[in-house]
Each structure stands twice: as C-alpha cells, then as structure tokens.
C-alpha cells in the first residue's frame, strides 16, 4: 500500500501540534464531520507506520483532551457554558435524564451524532454524572470511534486514492465545496433524526 509521503512530509514539516490544535477546536469551525478528517488523515499517513501510529494518537489525545476541558468549565459553571445552557434549557434537561439514567448507551448514541458531540461533555458537566464515570465510558467511547474511522481510511486507501486523483483531474475546489455543503445537510439531518428517535418522550 502506497502512501503519500510528499503530503505527510508537509504535514510534518508544519508540525504535529497542528494536527492536534486542528482536532482540539475542529468542531467549533468547521462545518463538515469529524469522521471525514479522520478517515482523510489516516490515508495520507499510510506511507508510515511511525505517523499512522502519531496521527492516530495526537487525533485521539485533541478529541478526548477537549471532551475534558469541556466537561470541567461545565462542570464548575462556566459563565458561558451557564448562557449556553439556558437557551436550550428543555433539550438539556431531557439529555441529563438520560446521562443520568443510562450514561454509557447515552454517550454511545451522542458521540454518533454530528455536532452534538461537542456539546456531550458539555451536557454531561452539567448534570449528575461524576467526572469519573464519565471521562472513563468517553475514554472508552472515543478509543473506538478515532480507531474504526481511522482503521476505514487505511482499509480503503485505494478507493480515497481513486477519489482524490479524480478530484485533482477536475480542477477540485467546487467539488470540496459540493462536498461540504452535502456533508452538513446529511449531519444536520442525521442529528435530527437520532434525537428524535432515542431521546423522545
């Protein structure tokens, strides 16, 4: 399997403390999934073990890393976690409950949707859950979900490799932004409907 070791010589010419920064504030820019980046990364480090194994890791540690940082400023009542909380104070609500009552099968299906990822530490900080029970299941939770998306970008290599090339043919910058347009539909969608269907009433 052949990688692309001009683009990760660039990647790691910028330093890895980018990759980390770019995973540690993603969510909060950029509009299309988390999974997409992952799945991306891990297709230009196959050139690599040595950073397939860093790239993964530094993924893992940002993403787990601000699930911490975001569960600590709600858990301790950060003055804008507070405001953020009392604009969708009945959503919230009904989201603690079932933390509370099911926290590992709650995290699961949150950390499944688009977005409201971000706000699952949040949400969990302001309910009951205790810092230890939570970091140990969102450990758990996000070790799998970084290491299948990763594992899908090293698995189909080739067919990325097929997708970029034709990308890079056809001029690509209208098709990246076709693609992020569709990638947040599907994700506002998605989230819609898996609220809908486990979180209702």
Do not use: C
């Not at 330093?15 to 920064?21: T, Y």
């Not at 079932?98 to 099968?105: A, F």
């Not at 409201?116 to 140990?136: E, M, N, Q, W």
């Not at 979900?145 to 090339?165: C, D, P, R």
């Amino acid at each position: 399997m052949q990688g692309n070791p001009e683009l990760v010589h660039l990647i790691v010419q910028y330093s890895w403390l980018g990759i980390f920064v770019f995973y540690l504030f993603f969510d909060f820019f950029i509009p299309i999934p988390e999974e997409f980046s992952i799945i991306t990364f891990a297709y230009i480090f196959t050139s690599s073990a040595y950073h397939m194994f860093w790239g993964w890791f530094l993924i893992l540690i940002a993403i787990l890393m601000r699930s911490v940082i975001l569960f600590y400023l709600a858990h301790n009542r950060a003055v804008w976690i507070v405001k953020f909380a009392g604009k969708r104070k009945d959503r919230i609500e009904k989201l603690k409950q079932k933390l509370e009552n099911n926290l590992p099968k709650t995290l699961v299906i949150l950390n499944m949707i688009p977005k409201i990822r971000l706000a699952t530490p949040i949400i969990a900080g302001l309910s009951k859950v205790t810092p230890s029970r939570f970091l140990k299941f969102q450990s758990i939770i996000l070790l799998i979900y970084v290491s299948i998306n990763y594992l899908l970008g090293m698995l189909f290599y080739s067919t990325m490799a097929k997708f970029f090339k034709h990308i890079e043919d056809m001029q690509h910058s209208e098709y990246f932004i076709i693609f992020i347009i569709v990638s947040t539909v599907v994700s506002f969608f998605l989230g819609r409907y898996l609220l809908k269907k486990y979180f209702r009433e």
